[in-house]
T-cell receptor
Framework: GQNIDQPTEMTATEGAIVQINCTYQ??????LFWYQQHAGEAPTFLSY????GLEEKGRFSSFLSRSKGYSYLLLKELQMKDSASYLC???????????FGGGTRVLVKP | DTGVSQDPRHKITKRGQNVTFRCDPI?????LYWYRQTLGQGPEFLTY????????KSRLLSDRFSAERPKGSFSTLEIQRTEQGDSAMYLC????????????FGSGTQLSVL
């Protein structure tokens, strides 16, 4: 089976940095994804990691350690519009579906 | 590219009724996925198609649920004899098969079963 764990909620101040951790257990591994979801809206793609290391994309970075089954999403220079749920998802070796964690709700305060 | 479209956006029904939702994927995408999401939770996989073939179905999916993608383009998800526990957001996503394929989600159909 597959299991994805991430914190339920985090609060941070505008302009600060927040790191959202995700641990996963999958039957095989074929990529780790991060999605952003604002309330009432569709999830939108943020990042993809399949090899160990850091992927940087503007204010957002994502890190993967395959040996530890661990990833994090780093949000820098937080803005109020970054208040959303952040979903960690893994693709196993068998099949193509993504298995999602429960999401981390990030609240950015002024 | 008009994105993934889902219809209707909202559906209210009475327990025991049948409902059908439609998803139109991004036109060049050959894979289509259905997920269900309840408040405060992540999306839960239901089923997926490659072209018109249904390749995987969640073991959690009751036999009251059926999905089709008859011509490899749009898809429908039908729920028969709805129950209050079926109340959720039903999300459709599509992708084009590739090494780092990412899913593009529609805005979902919010189902409320009274």
């Amino acid at each position: 089976g597959q299991n994805i764990d991430q914190p339920t909620e985090m609060t941070a101040t505008e302009g600060a940095i927040v790191q959202i951790n995700c641990t996963y257990q999958t039957s095989g591994f074929n990529g780790l994804f991060w999605y952003q979801q604002h309330a009432g809206e569709a999830p939108t793609f943020l990042s993809y990691n399949v090899l160990d290391g850091l992927e940087e994309k503007g204010r957002f970075s994502s890190f993967l350690s395959r040996s530890k089954g661990y990833s994090y999403l780093l949000l820098k220079e937080l803005q109020m519009k970054d208040s959303a749920s952040y979903l960690c998802a893994a693709r196993g070796a068998a099949g193509n579906k993504l298995t999602f964690g429960g999401g981390t709700r990030v609240l950015v305060k002024p | 590219d008009t994105g993934v479209s889902q219809d209707p956006r909202h559906k209210i029904t009475k327990r025991g009724q049948n409902v059908t939702f439609r998803c139109d994927p991004i036109s060049e995408h050959n894979r289509l996925y259905w997920y269900r999401q309840t408040l405060g939770q992540g999306p839960e996989f239901l089923t997926y198609f490659q072209n018109e073939a249904q390749l995987e179905k969640s073991r959690l999916l009751s036999d009251r649920f059926s999905a089709e993608r008859p011509k490899g383009s749009f898809s429908t998800l039908e729920i028969q004899r709805t129950e209050q526990g079926d109340s959720a957001m039903y999300l459709c996503a599509s992708s084009f098969s590739a090494t780092n394929e990412k899913l593009f989600f529609g805005s979902g159909t919010q189902l409320s079963v009274l």
